[in-house]
């Protein structure tokens, strides 16, 4: 792979805030490093989520976290490769996570759509998501509508 970055700016009256779009064959590495960058340079990143892993405490951002969901009783922040307690609530965690980023499936679970390696729309209304990690999980039907206009806004 060519680390070589075609960028192009077109002036368009019709922006009053710069749009960045990404063309590229595949989502990789390079493509999270650039998303990092603009979001940084931009600030627009939103506050680090802490996460509780035997007596230590370490500090998520917010582009590594896959999903928050409680079980049971605990409230678990999965990344791709570990999973977190959290003494906050659902509620709490959902106040402070970037709307273009997450969005709630159900009364139980906030997912990072940027995670979702796709879709899968059955014929009787429900949405199967499944992670990039291999993980998958489901909207419930009331979310839905929900989804549907998240994805309909950032397509």
């Known amino acids: 792979m060519n680390k070589i970055v075609d960028i192009e700016v077109i002036l ?3 922006f009053a805030d710069p749009k960045i779009t990404i063309q590229t064959k595949a989502k990789n590495k390079l493509v999270e490093d650039i998303i990092e ?4 340079v931009s600030g627009t990143d939103f506050p680090n989520i802490p996460g509780l892993t035997g007596d230590k405490v370490e500090y998520l951002s917010q582009r590594e976290i896959v999903r ?3 079980s049971g009783r605990k409230l678990i922040i999965q990344t ?5 307690f959290s003494t906050k609530t659902l509620s709490n965690i959902e106040g402070v996570l970037n709307p273009d980023r997450f969005i709630r499936i159900s009364q139980s679970e906030i997912v990072n759509m940027r995670k979702v390696k796709q879709f899968e729309m059955k014929l009787v209304g429900t949405i199967g998501l499944e992670f990039e990690n291999g993980e998958k999980t489901w909207v419930s039907r009331s979310s839905v509508k929900t989804v549907k206009a998240f994805l309909k806004k950032n397509s």
């Open 80 to 84: 791709d490769d570990s999973a977190y």
């Open 68 to 70: 928050v969901y409680t």
């Open 37 to 40: 960058a603009v979001e940084n």
């Open 12 to 14: 368009d009256d019709r």
